[in-house]
């Protein structure tokens, strides 16, 4: 008893014997969305984690209950934490309530806006490609450098003297 086994096909048979079977479907995401109507997301950027809560609304953003413009005094940091609103045309139609700690206004500002991302791809999974090719969804995964011992910073030596 001898196995044969039939040759695989080869040049254009193979191809197109490839080419005609279906694509895999696109996943499909359901929306994330509680029982208040909100979408809740976590955002993290250097020290600081934002937990952000998204509803509809008339485009009201609440940072640890104050509004705002108090808290971030820097037109930049405002601008920032507005860009994944900005960008999917949803800055009139969601509140937005984050709670923020950790790092210094910069590192909260980017983790805010990460969360918003986040929120807004869960309450509208249509979302997520514009945001995606911006980048808002991608964690900056960059942190301090620890300071080492016998260095005065991270790297930094100590000044060097002969005598």
């Not at 509004?67 to 994944?84: G, H, K, S, T």
């Not at 790092?103 to 806006?113: C, E, H, P």
């Not at 249509?126 to 080492?148: C, P, Y």
Request: a positive charge.
């Amino acid at each position: 008893m001898t196995d044969v086994q039939a040759p695989a096909p080869q040049g254009m048979d193979a191809l197109q014997s490839l080419s005609s079977n279906p694509a895999p479907e696109a996943v499909t995401r359901e929306p994330q969305i509680d029982k208040f109507g909100r979408a809740y997301a976590t955002g993290k950027r250097k020290n600081a984690i934002a937990r952000v809560w998204i509803k509809p609304g008339s485009g009201k953003i609440t940072i640890n209950d104050r509004d705002q413009e108090i808290y971030f005094a820097r037109p930049v940091l405002r601008m920032m934490i507005a860009q994944p609103m900005a960008i999917t045309d949803r800055s009139t139609q969601f509140d937005v309530i984050a709670t923020v700690e950790g790092s210094g206004l910069s590192g909260q500002a980017g983790a805010i806006r990460h969360a918003i991302s986040k929120a807004l791809t869960y309450y509208e999974p249509g979302l997520r490609g514009a945001l995606k090719a911006a980048g808002f969804l991608t964690r900056d995964s960059r942190v301090v450098e620890r300071k080492k011992y016998g260095r005065a910073k991270a790297r930094r030596s100590f000044q060097f003297s002969k005598r």
